[in-house]
């Protein structure tokens, strides 16, 4: 039986590969629990330095598994706020786990599969990706992925992705500051690989204390921010030996 997610160790470096190829890694119900639970159990391992999320096939993901949308309707209440719950986990996970995590993304990352990607803390994409919100063309609303957008893209650009379905090439994606890097599509993976073999090289708690505070002074007033910076300017003394 297949597995909806293929997870491999490259020494300290964990690769979880979304594997429903033949869906174009869709994210069901199965698949999206397996990656929440695969990012916790990997933040968990003290031996996982760095995660790269990947995806089997010709494309990333094509977001959510529209096929599960029969079963997810008004009559069905506690089902459709479970997979709510545990789609807008996921759409956040990466970003709140101790280690970095690096996505290798070729062809479509679109929906879900467009979030999951930019969700990462570095993203290496293939020459064929297409990235977009195509969910209002389906009568869909891009909800639980909009915040993200918003936070990565300015707000005339983001509500042209989600109002129009436009798809944005790799290297408009580059331009945008969407992804790290671009190669050819059989070169994603050891790209990122080779950006996950750095990271596992720094003293992870340094770097769990650098990723924890790239995220909240983001979000905090330059005061805050600055105060927020002295604490760990303070505690990484103790990093080193």
Known sequence: M????????????RVLTLNRPEK????????????????AAADADSDVRAVVLTGAGRGFCAGADLGEFSSLTPDQPDAVLE???LTAKLQV????????????????????GAGLAIGADMVVAGTDLKFGYPELKHSIVPALVMTGLVQH??????????????????????????VNRVVEPAEILSAALEIAE?????????????????????????????R?????????????A
Do not use: C
């Open 83 to 85: 997979r709510a719950a």
């Open 198 to 226: 750095h990271w596992a090289k720094v003293e992870p708690r340094a770097i769990a204390a650098a990723k924890d505070l790239f995220y909240r002074v983001a979000d905090l007033p330059t005061d805050a921010a600055m």
């Open 24 to 39: 174009l890694n869709a994210l069901n119900t199965a698949l999206t629990r397996s990656l929440s639970e695969a990012f």
């Open 93 to 112: 996970q990466a970003r709140e786990l101790r280690v970095p995590v690096v996505a290798a993304v070729r062809g479509a990352a679109v929906g879900g």
């Open 228 to 240: 927020a910076g002295q604490d760990v300017n303070a505690l990484m003394r103790g990093f080193r």
């Open 153 to 178: 893209l300015g707000r005339k650009l983001a509500f042209e992705l989600v109002s129009t379905g436009r798809l944005l090439t790799a290297a408009e994606a580059f331009e945008l500051g969407l």
């Open 2 to 13: 297949t597995v909806p997610l293929a997870i491999e160790d490259h020494g300290p470096v």
